[in-house]
């Protein structure tokens, strides 16, 4: 079975930083994309970035400039710094990767449990 184990979500103040992270264990032949998503308050799970295995990035554009992923393959991690953190960034963020377990590189899709982030004064 493959986990995803994330960490880092906290309460903080607009202007403040954290640093998610994500650590993929298990059965892993290799693993493709990576992304981190989030759901607030009465709203529907969004994607907010996402990373390919060869360091390709995509960012929705309410976090442009602020937020910023990385991935350490060596360690099967991915993160996210969040920096100038808005209370509409208040969501739970969850970690998504595209795994295969197989050298036929069948790709499935594996979430984290999630770790909230909240953002006020």
């Known amino acids: 079975q493959v986990q995803l184990v994330e960490s880092g979500g906290d309460s903080v103040q607009p202007g403040g930083s954290l640093r998610l992270s994500c650590a993929a264990s298990?059965?892993?032949?290799?693993?493709?994309?990576m992304g981190w998503y989030r759901q607030a308050p009465g709203k529907q799970r969004e994607l907010v970035a996402r990373?390919?295995?060869?360091?390709?990035?995509t960012y929705v554009d309410p976090v442009k400039g602020r937020f910023t992923i990385s991935r350490d393959n060596a360690k099967n991690t991915v993160y996210l710094q969040m920096n100038n953190l808005k209370p509409e960034d208040t969501a739970v963020y969850y970690c998504?990767?595209?795994?295969?377990?197989?050298?036929?590189?069948?790709?499935?899709?594996?979430w984290g449990q999630g770790t909230l982030v909240t953002v006020s004064p």
């Open positions: 990373i390919t295995s060869g360091g390709s990035t």
């Open positions: 998504k990767a595209d795994v295969s377990i197989s050298v036929s590189l069948r790709y499935f899709e594996v």
């Open positions: 298990g059965r892993i032949f290799t693993i493709n994309d």
